[in-house]
T-cell receptor, first 111, second 116 residues
Framework: DQQVKQNSPSLSVQEGRISILNCDYT??????FLWYKKYPAEGPTFLIS?????DKNEDGRFTVFLNKSAKHLSLHIVPSQPGDSAVYFC??????????FGTGTRLTVIP | KAGVTQTPRYLIKTRGQQVTLSCSPI?????VSWYQQTPGQGLQFLFE???????NKGNFPGRFSGRQFSNSRSEMNVSTLELGDSALYLC???????????????FGQGTRLTVV
Protein backbone atom coordinates (compact mmCIF):
# COMPACT_ATOMS: atom_id res chain seq x y z
CA ASP A 1 0.00 0.00 0.00
CA GLN A 2 1.65 3.18 -1.24
CA GLN A 3 1.09 5.78 1.48
CA VAL A 4 2.95 8.47 -0.44
CA LYS A 5 2.13 8.95 -4.10
CA GLN A 6 3.67 10.94 -6.89
CA ASN A 7 1.29 10.53 -9.77
CA SER A 8 3.41 12.23 -12.41
CA PRO A 9 6.35 10.04 -13.39
CA SER A 10 7.88 12.80 -15.46
CA LEU A 11 7.77 16.56 -16.04
CA SER A 12 9.44 18.76 -18.65
CA VAL A 13 9.87 22.47 -18.11
CA GLN A 14 11.60 25.24 -20.03
CA GLU A 15 14.62 26.83 -18.37
CA GLY A 16 13.62 29.91 -16.35
CA ARG A 17 10.04 28.79 -15.87
CA ILE A 18 8.46 27.32 -12.75
CA SER A 19 8.56 23.59 -12.02
CA ILE A 20 5.78 22.23 -9.83
CA LEU A 21 6.11 18.70 -8.49
CA ASN A 22 3.19 17.19 -6.65
CA CYS A 23 2.84 14.60 -3.93
CA ASP A 24 -0.17 13.10 -2.16
CA TYR A 25 -0.29 11.05 1.02
CA THR A 26 -2.92 8.93 2.67
CA UNK A 27 -1.75 8.61 6.27
CA UNK A 28 -3.13 11.46 8.39
CA UNK A 29 -0.55 10.67 11.09
CA UNK A 30 2.29 11.98 8.92
CA UNK A 31 3.56 15.22 10.39
CA UNK A 32 6.86 15.82 8.64
CA PHE A 33 7.54 15.90 4.93
CA LEU A 34 10.72 16.01 2.92
CA TRP A 35 11.87 16.29 -0.67
CA TYR A 36 14.95 14.53 -1.97
CA LYS A 37 16.70 14.95 -5.30
CA LYS A 38 18.49 12.10 -7.03
CA TYR A 39 20.93 12.25 -9.92
CA PRO A 40 21.81 9.09 -11.87
CA ALA A 41 24.45 6.92 -10.21
CA GLU A 42 24.18 8.92 -6.99
CA GLY A 43 22.19 8.47 -3.79
CA PRO A 44 19.29 10.81 -2.99
CA THR A 45 20.22 14.12 -1.37
CA PHE A 46 17.99 16.08 0.98
CA LEU A 47 16.48 19.20 -0.55
CA ILE A 48 13.87 20.76 1.71
CA SER A 49 11.40 19.77 4.42
CA UNK A 50 8.25 21.04 6.09
CA UNK A 51 6.56 20.34 9.38
CA UNK A 52 2.80 19.90 9.55
CA UNK A 53 2.53 23.01 11.70
CA UNK A 54 3.47 25.07 8.66
CA ASP A 55 1.93 25.40 5.23
CA LYS A 56 4.96 26.81 3.45
CA ASN A 57 8.72 26.59 3.67
CA GLU A 58 11.10 28.41 1.39
CA ASP A 59 14.79 27.91 0.69
CA GLY A 60 16.18 29.95 -2.16
CA ARG A 61 14.61 28.81 -5.42
CA PHE A 62 12.79 25.96 -3.69
CA THR A 63 9.45 26.28 -1.89
CA VAL A 64 7.38 23.48 -0.45
CA PHE A 65 3.67 23.95 0.14
CA LEU A 66 1.60 21.72 2.41
CA ASN A 67 -2.18 21.39 2.28
CA LYS A 68 -3.08 19.16 5.20
CA SER A 69 -6.79 19.04 4.51
CA ALA A 70 -6.12 17.75 1.00
CA LYS A 71 -3.17 15.61 2.15
CA HIS A 72 -1.14 17.19 -0.61
CA LEU A 73 2.23 18.83 -0.87
CA SER A 74 4.05 20.40 -3.74
CA LEU A 75 7.56 21.54 -4.53
CA HIS A 76 8.01 24.71 -6.57
CA ILE A 77 11.31 25.48 -8.25
CA VAL A 78 11.65 29.02 -9.56
CA PRO A 79 13.41 29.68 -11.84
CA SER A 80 14.15 26.20 -13.11
CA GLN A 81 17.70 25.52 -14.25
CA PRO A 82 19.12 22.68 -16.37
CA GLY A 83 21.07 21.48 -13.30
CA ASP A 84 17.73 20.82 -11.60
CA SER A 85 17.11 17.93 -13.98
CA ALA A 86 16.90 14.90 -11.71
CA VAL A 87 14.42 12.54 -10.07
CA TYR A 88 12.60 14.12 -7.15
CA PHE A 89 11.20 12.01 -4.32
CA CYS A 90 8.84 13.21 -1.66
CA UNK A 91 8.86 11.45 1.70
CA UNK A 92 6.77 11.56 4.84
CA UNK A 93 7.10 10.39 8.41
CA UNK A 94 5.48 10.57 11.82
CA UNK A 95 7.08 10.51 15.22
CA UNK A 96 10.27 8.50 15.25
CA UNK A 97 9.22 6.23 12.44
CA UNK A 98 10.94 5.56 9.19
CA UNK A 99 10.47 7.56 6.01
CA UNK A 100 7.85 6.60 3.44
CA PHE A 101 8.88 7.61 -0.05
CA GLY A 102 6.90 8.28 -3.19
CA THR A 103 7.75 6.72 -6.54
CA GLY A 104 9.55 9.80 -7.81
CA THR A 105 9.08 12.35 -10.59
CA ARG A 106 11.74 12.79 -13.25
CA LEU A 107 12.17 16.51 -13.95
CA THR A 108 13.78 17.60 -17.19
CA VAL A 109 14.62 21.27 -17.56
CA ILE A 110 15.06 22.16 -21.21
CA PRO A 111 17.69 24.83 -21.95
CA LYS B 1 34.52 13.87 5.93
CA ALA B 2 33.99 10.67 3.99
CA GLY B 3 30.46 9.93 2.82
CA VAL B 4 28.40 6.79 3.10
CA THR B 5 30.18 3.93 1.38
CA GLN B 6 28.33 1.00 -0.09
CA THR B 7 30.02 -2.07 -1.48
CA PRO B 8 29.94 -3.55 -3.95
CA ARG B 9 28.56 -1.03 -6.46
CA TYR B 10 27.33 -3.67 -8.87
CA LEU B 11 26.47 -7.30 -8.40
CA ILE B 12 25.08 -10.05 -10.61
CA LYS B 13 23.68 -13.14 -8.94
CA THR B 14 21.73 -16.19 -10.00
CA ARG B 15 18.27 -17.08 -8.75
CA GLY B 16 18.46 -19.08 -5.55
CA GLN B 17 21.79 -17.65 -4.45
CA GLN B 18 22.25 -15.40 -1.47
CA VAL B 19 23.93 -12.00 -1.34
CA THR B 20 25.42 -9.72 1.30
CA LEU B 21 25.64 -5.98 0.84
CA SER B 22 27.72 -3.66 3.00
CA CYS B 23 27.26 -0.09 4.18
CA SER B 24 29.78 2.02 6.05
CA PRO B 25 28.12 5.10 7.54
CA ILE B 26 29.61 8.52 7.97
CA UNK B 27 31.92 8.62 10.96
CA UNK B 28 29.91 9.38 14.08
CA UNK B 29 26.59 8.30 12.60
CA UNK B 30 25.00 5.48 14.54
CA UNK B 31 21.80 4.99 12.56
CA VAL B 32 21.70 3.11 9.28
CA SER B 33 18.60 2.57 7.16
CA TRP B 34 18.24 0.40 4.07
CA TYR B 35 15.95 1.02 1.09
CA GLN B 36 15.13 -0.85 -2.09
CA GLN B 37 14.57 1.23 -5.21
CA THR B 38 12.77 -0.27 -8.17
CA PRO B 39 11.13 1.45 -11.15
CA GLY B 40 7.55 2.33 -10.34
CA GLN B 41 7.90 1.56 -6.62
CA GLY B 42 10.13 4.35 -5.47
CA LEU B 43 12.20 3.78 -2.37
CA GLN B 44 10.81 1.04 -0.19
CA PHE B 45 11.99 0.94 3.41
CA LEU B 46 13.69 -2.30 4.42
CA PHE B 47 14.97 -1.78 7.96
CA GLU B 48 16.70 0.62 10.28
CA UNK B 49 19.45 -0.09 12.78
CA UNK B 50 20.66 1.99 15.68
CA UNK B 51 23.38 0.92 18.09
CA UNK B 52 23.34 -2.63 16.72
CA UNK B 53 19.57 -2.97 17.29
CA UNK B 54 16.90 -3.14 14.61
CA UNK B 55 14.44 -0.33 15.33
CA ASN B 56 12.07 -0.58 12.41
CA LYS B 57 11.37 -3.10 9.71
CA GLY B 58 9.53 -2.63 6.45
CA ASN B 59 7.14 -4.99 4.76
CA PHE B 60 9.62 -7.38 3.18
CA PRO B 61 9.80 -11.18 3.46
CA GLY B 62 12.10 -12.86 5.93
CA ARG B 63 14.59 -13.54 3.13
CA PHE B 64 15.74 -9.98 3.72
CA SER B 65 17.75 -9.53 6.87
CA GLY B 66 20.34 -7.18 8.22
CA ARG B 67 22.64 -6.46 11.09
CA GLN B 68 24.77 -3.68 12.46
CA PHE B 69 28.17 -3.99 14.02
CA SER B 70 29.66 -2.13 16.96
CA ASN B 71 31.44 0.26 14.60
CA SER B 72 28.01 1.12 13.08
CA ARG B 73 28.80 -0.59 9.79
CA SER B 74 25.80 -2.49 8.52
CA GLU B 75 25.18 -5.42 6.25
CA MET B 76 22.04 -6.65 4.62
CA ASN B 77 21.55 -10.16 3.38
CA VAL B 78 19.08 -11.53 0.87
CA SER B 79 18.73 -15.29 0.71
CA THR B 80 17.19 -17.43 -2.02
CA LEU B 81 17.32 -14.62 -4.53
CA GLU B 82 14.38 -14.08 -6.88
CA LEU B 83 14.30 -12.20 -10.18
CA GLY B 84 12.14 -9.54 -8.52
CA ASP B 85 14.93 -8.74 -6.08
CA SER B 86 16.79 -6.96 -8.86
CA ALA B 87 16.97 -3.37 -7.67
CA LEU B 88 19.15 -0.58 -6.43
CA TYR B 89 19.75 -1.01 -2.72
CA LEU B 90 20.48 2.22 -0.89
CA CYS B 91 21.62 2.79 2.63
CA UNK B 92 21.40 6.06 4.53
CA UNK B 93 23.17 7.06 7.71
CA UNK B 94 22.29 9.68 10.27
CA UNK B 95 23.42 10.56 13.74
CA UNK B 96 20.07 9.61 15.26
CA UNK B 97 17.28 7.22 14.34
CA UNK B 98 13.80 8.02 13.13
CA UNK B 99 12.44 9.56 9.97
CA UNK B 100 12.42 13.09 11.27
CA UNK B 101 16.15 13.09 11.80
CA UNK B 102 16.55 11.99 8.21
CA UNK B 103 16.84 15.60 7.31
CA UNK B 104 20.40 14.90 8.21
CA UNK B 105 20.49 11.51 6.57
CA UNK B 106 23.08 10.93 3.91
CA PHE B 107 22.63 8.28 1.27
CA GLY B 108 25.28 6.13 -0.29
CA GLN B 109 25.49 5.60 -4.05
CA GLY B 110 23.79 2.26 -3.73
CA THR B 111 24.45 -1.29 -4.82
CA ARG B 112 22.86 -2.30 -8.12
CA LEU B 113 21.83 -5.95 -7.77
CA THR B 114 20.83 -7.90 -10.84
CA VAL B 115 19.38 -11.37 -10.41
CA VAL B 116 19.44 -13.57 -13.51
Amino acid sequence: DQQVKQNSPSLSVQEGRISILNCDYTNSMFDYFLWYKKYPAEGPTFLISISSIKDKNEDGRFTVFLNKSAKHLSLHIVPSQPGDSAVYFCAATSGANNLFFGTGTRLTVIP
Amino acid sequence: KAGVTQTPRYLIKTRGQQVTLSCSPISGHRSVSWYQQTPGQGLQFLFEYFSETQRNKGNFPGRFSGRQFSNSRSEMNVSTLELGDSALYLCASSWAPGGRMNTEAFFGQGTRLTVV
